[in-house]
T-cell receptor
Framework: GENVEQHPSTLSVQEGDSAVIKCTYS??????FPWYKQELGKRPQLIID?????GEKKDQRIAVTLNKTAKHFSLHITETQPEDSAVYFC????????????FGSGTRLQVQP | GAVVSQHPSWVICKSGTSVKIECRSL??????MFWYRQFPKQSLMLMAT?????????EQGVEKDKFLINHASLTLSTLTVTSAHPEDSSFYIC??????????????FGSGTQLSVL
């Protein structure tokens, strides 16, 4: 099955700085890579996703890059704000079919004002 | 976006009792729902995949007699933790796929249930 590794486990940045979270996956058949943001005790919220036929995707201050050859993908948050503080999870799976998402271990991002 | 309603949001029970958690898709039909378990400061671990009208598919290491899953309709899946013990205390969260295309691109989560077993 799929195995997703995520680093770092915690990340502290100053407000306005950039934050980068990295994930690797094991199954070359995976073609869908979403990122979720989860606040304490709340449901995960999809913030951005990327398909394997795309190398980069950007949405305002958030961007995701994918290196299919190396089987790794990264989340980039620019101009961080205190409200960006949360736990971020990467995930990988096949876009369609029965297989569920496999999540990374999570990164606790703390943005210091 | 689509709404997935999960109840209860938190429950405290005595050891040995059973607890039922409901996951409902409010404005769409969900042929597939997933149940995850999340320990504090850890990731979401898939427990089982629930398919409407058929038996759930459990992940390795998850006791199907302990965690009973029923998906009797296109809008409701239930997880029953039978004979709960303190080690079953955890955050349980469901997710549902929107639409007939069975795509992970349209996956929405319930709000989660914090179970505490005394």
């Amino acid at each position: 099955g799929e195995n997703v590794e995520q680093h770092p486990s915690t990340l502290s940045v100053q407000e306005g700085d950039s934050a980068v979270i990295k994930c690797t996956y094991s199954d070359s058949a995976s073609n869908y890579f979403p990122w979720y943001k989860q606040e304490l005790g709340k449901r995960p919220q999809l913030i951005i996703d990327i398909r394997s036929n795309v190398g980069e995707k950007k949405d305002q201050r958030i961007a995701v890059t994918l290196n299919k050859t190396a089987k790794h993908f990264s989340l980039h948050i620019t101009e961080t704000q205190p409200e960006d503080s949360a736990v971020y999870f990467c995930a990988a799976s096949i876009k369609t079919g029965r297989r569920a998402l496999t999540f990374g271990s999570g990164t606790r991002l703390q943005v210091q004002p | 976006g689509a709404v997935v309603s999960q109840h209860p949001s938190w429950v405290i029970c005595k050891s040995g009792t059973s607890v039922k958690i409901e996951c409902r898709s409010l404005d769409f039909q969900a042929t597939t729902m997933f149940w995850y378990r999340q320990f504090p400061k850890q990731s979401l671990m898939l427990m089982a995949t629930s398919n409407e009208g058929s038996k759930a598919t459990y992940e390795q290491g998850v006791e199907k007699d302990k965690f009973l899953i029923n998906h009797a309709s296109l809008t409701l899946s239930t997880l029953t933790v039978t004979s709960a013990h303190p080690e079953d205390s955890s955050f349980y969260i469901c997710s549902a796929r929107v639409g007939p295309a069975a795509t992970n691109e349209k996956l929405f989560f319930g709000s989660g249930t914090q179970l505490s077993v005394l």
